[in-house]
């Protein structure tokens, strides 16, 4: 979707929004799901709409984790930092996937294909210690193994947008051991 489009996008729903009681949640859920992110600008425009001060609209967006200020990568890996995960060696498991991708827990990688965060709990304790990689959980992890895990998540996602249908088998591959 080139820029125009965004625009015309944000534009409607702005209109659709505009003075009624309650509608800063929604423009920044809308807003969101136009740009990807709510930058600063759009955040400008969505408190006009609703009616209500910047810092509103900014406390808002920060309070709720659904929000994000920044560009978000295609793919997120959340690291649950849990009580269950956090004895079973979550700190280790974070440090090595920030250090095999090159950064730290809520950056994005070079070419915007990884998010990485720290969670507080992705509700899968008995699994501990857990990666979660877009909706798919990765658990009784060893750092090498979350490594391997997100190695093998992004091999399977570059052949299926290279048209292949051979990821599946990579990350069973993966999973077994076999690479």
Do not use: W
Request: proline share 4%.
């Amino acid at each position: 979707m080139d820029e125009h489009e965004l625009e015309e996008r944000f534009q409607e729903l702005l209109d659709k929004y505009k003075g009624e009681p309650g509608a800063l949640i929604p423009l920044l859920q809308g807003a969101q799901a136009i740009f990807g992110y709510l930058p600063q600008e759009v955040m400008a425009r969505v408190a006009e709409a609703a009616g209500e001060p910047l810092s509103q609209a900014l406390g808002v967006a920060t309070f709720y984790s659904q929000f994000r200020l920044k560009p978000h990568a295609r793919h997120t890996i959340r690291c649950c930092h849990g009580t269950a995960c956090h004895v079973s060696g979550a700190t280790l498991i974070s440090q090595e996937i920030e250090k095999h991708l090159g950064i730290k827990a809520g950056e994005n990688t070079p070419d915007m294909f990884f998010t990485v965060e720290e969670v507080h709990c992705v509700g899968a304790c008995g699994m501990a210690p857990v990666v979660m990689i877009d909706d798919r959980a990765y658990g009784k992890l060893t750092p090498d193994k979350a490594v391997a895990a997100v190695k093998a998540f992004r091999e399977q996602k570059e052949v299926q947008e290279a048209g292949g249908n051979s990821g599946a088998a990579l990350v069973a591959a993966s999973e077994r051991g076999d690479r």
